[in-house]
């Protein structure tokens, strides 16, 4: 997987947004994957002011789209979010979302369908945490708030939670020229 990034926007969105996209790339390791590949994708393009007021828009795959078939070359067709942050947001002076000519973006696959409420918390996270870490802070987060729930419903209901919660954030991404 990779991420693509249009600065000043692709097609349509060309000269007023930025542009955002997922590409899956073949790998050593596909025939052990299942296709299509169908798990909701977010990306967050982060406040560095520290008032969190993140980007946050996410997509999920259609399943019939070649892009997210097993890649059959080095990369499938990207797909995603044309219009991702308009480009009068990000070229502002002073805006929070780029510091020292450095803006930071995160991608999450998310794999085992989280709640939507949990979300915000996972954006929270500090992005230098191995993933690992991340992926064990998200399932506590998960078990608390699902104690807080029981407790606060005072009912004996039955709740699941997964350890397999998986967030990729470190995606190459490309200028959206061709790899080489």
């Known amino acids: 997987m990779c991420a693509r990034l249009y600065l000043y926007g692709d097609g349509n969105a060309r000269r007023t947004h930025m542009s955002l996209f997922f590409v899956l790339m073949r790998g050593l390791h596909d025939s052990l994957l299942q296709f299509p590949f169908t798990?909701?994708?977010?990306?967050?393009?982060?406040?560095?002011?520290?008032?969190?007021?993140?980007?946050?828009?996410?997509?999920?795959?259609?399943?019939?789209?070649?892009?997210?078939?097993?890649?059959?070359?080095?990369?499938?067709?990207?797909?995603?979010?044309?219009?991702?942050?308009?480009?009068?947001?990000?070229?502002?002076?002073?805006?929070?979302?780029?510091?020292?000519?450095?803006?930071?973006?995160?991608?999450?696959?998310?794999?085992?369908?989280?709640?939507?409420?949990?979300?915000?918390?996972?954006?929270?996270?500090?992005?230098?945490?191995?993933?690992?870490?991340?992926?064990?802070l998200i399932q506590q987060e998960i078990e608390r708030r699902v104690q807080m729930q029981s407790q606060k419903n005072s009912t004996n209901s039955v709740v699941t939670t997964s350890d397999n919660v998986l967030i990729s954030n470190q995606l190459p991404f490309d200028n959206g020229n061709k790899m080489n």
């Open 39 to 136: 798990y909701k994708v977010t990306f967050c393009l982060f406040d560095q002011s520290g008032e969190q007021q993140h980007i946050i828009d996410s997509f999920r795959p259609d399943p019939k789209s070649n892009s997210f078939q097993k890649p059959r070359c080095y990369m499938n067709i990207a797909s995603g979010i044309p219009k991702f942050v308009s480009l009068d947001k990000i070229q502002q002076q002073n805006n929070r979302y780029i510091k020292e000519n450095t803006m930071f973006i995160k991608v999450m696959v998310d794999f085992v369908n989280l709640p939507k409420t949990i979300l915000s918390y996972t954006v929270s996270l500090n992005p230098g945490l191995p993933t690992h870490c991340q992926q064990r």
